[in-house]
């Protein structure tokens, strides 16, 4: 995964152009692009990678908004990253919220209808 995100990093510089911002000027931009999110492991008390959230890819939009005073910039930046959620596995019992709130435990086992959105 690590070689992926070097990969996709140089080859996105080699596509990248030099800012079109003019000195003691305002500029506007707006990027957007896939997003490749990693599964990510718990450690839940002494247990190691007793959790595992399983993600699908995901998308990111930003926009940009700054001044350039020749010598430096100022700007500003905002942005929506999204994500699907597509399973959870876990080796021992975990936290599980209700929808009204209250607190249980769920067992372990692998739950692929745990779908849903991270943002």
Known sequence: MRKLAVVLALASTAL????????????????????IVEDIDYDIGALKNAGT???????DVDGVMGYDFGGFRVETEVGYRKA???????????????????????GAGSFGYAGGHTS
């Open 84 to 106: 699907t959620l597509d399973g959870y596995s876990s080796t021992t019992t975990t936290p599980l919220f209700t929808g009204t709130g209250a607190r249980s435990n769920a």
């Open 16 to 35: 990248a152009t030099p800012a079109l911002a003019r000195d003691k000027s305002w500029y506007v931009g707006v990027e957007g692009g896939a997003m």
């Open 53 to 59: 959230v399983d993600h699908d890819y995901g998308y």
